[in-house]
């Protein structure tokens, strides 16, 4: 089945420190991927739509300059943390889905346990 | 925002029962899908069930879809100890058609 690579699984880093986490599809091309948040106990939260080769989507609410998305080939979306603080310490997953129609399912990476100390 | 509530946020059985989880949303909807999360990982695809279907099998999982009353259901029949995990649905909204938008899960522990 299609699989969705997403790395690191885990960082920990000082205040005020940028993070990349990125996303990758293995064996198929995603012209879209999704980037989520999860809080512990809680449920994902949408923060963005990546899509290839243009600007990304940010739900309302999610500062696109603390968020910085880019979707630069069919395979691979990142997500940068900017200066990150403890507030954003957070479990971030990305999903990704086959070209095609909305009723194919999404491929979800492992996810990036990000801690700010 | 979140479209779906599951019910009920935590459910605890014995190995060998059945396990029900509700969904419910409120707008209408393309498809709805369930996802099954084990604590700290990403999410495992578990169904699709589209918008003019009402229900669907796969294994020992039965998952039903009422649109006039915007709710779905999750059965797992003789569970295991391994189906101990959040299971959430998730919603492709007509209009969005793209993203999935996600209810709060429900918290599943199957004890042997």
């Known amino acids: 089945g299609a699989v969705v690579s997403q790395h690191p699984s885990r960082v920990i880093c000082k205040s005020g420190t940028s993070v990349k986490i990125e996303c990758r599809s293995l064996?198929?091309?995603?012209?879209?991927m999704f980037w989520y948040r999860q809080f512990p106990k809680q449920s994902l939260m949408l923060m963005a739509t990546?899509?290839?080769?243009?600007?990304?989507?940010?739900e309302q609410g999610v500062e696109k300059d603390k968020f910085l998305i880019n979707h630069a080939s069919l395979t691979l979306s990142t997500l940068t943390v900017t200066s990150a603080h403890p507030e954003d310490s957070s479990f971030y997953i990305c999903?990704?889905?086959?070209?095609?129609?909305?009723?194919?399912?999404?491929?979800f990476g492992d996810g990036t346990r990000l801690s700010i100390l | 925002s979140q479209q779906g509530e599951e019910d009920p946020q935590a459910l605890s059985i014995q190995e060998g029962e059945n396990a029900t989880m509700n969904c419910s949303y409120k707008?209408?909807?393309?498809?709805l899908q369930w996802y099954r999360q084990n604590s700290g990982r990403g999410l495992v695809h578990l169904i699709l069930?589209?918008?003019?279907?009402r229900e669907k099998h796969s294994g020992r999982l039965r998952v039903t879809l009422d649109t006039s009353k915007k709710s779905s259901s999750l059965l797992i029949t003789a569970s295991r100890a391994a189906d101990t995990a959040s299971y959430f649905c998730?919603?492709?909204?007509?209009?969005?058609?793209?993203?999935?938008?996600f209810g709060k899960g429900t918290t599943l522990s199957v004890s042997s």
């Open positions: 707008t209408s909807i393309n498809n």
């Open positions: 999903s990704a889905r086959e070209w095609g129609e909305p009723n194919q399912p999404q491929h």
């Open positions: 064996d198929f091309q995603a012209t879209t």
């Open positions: 069930i589209r918008s003019n279907e």
């Open positions: 998730a919603t492709v909204l007509n209009q969005a058609g793209t993203a999935l938008i």
């Open positions: 990546s899509n290839e080769g243009s600007k990304a989507t940010y």
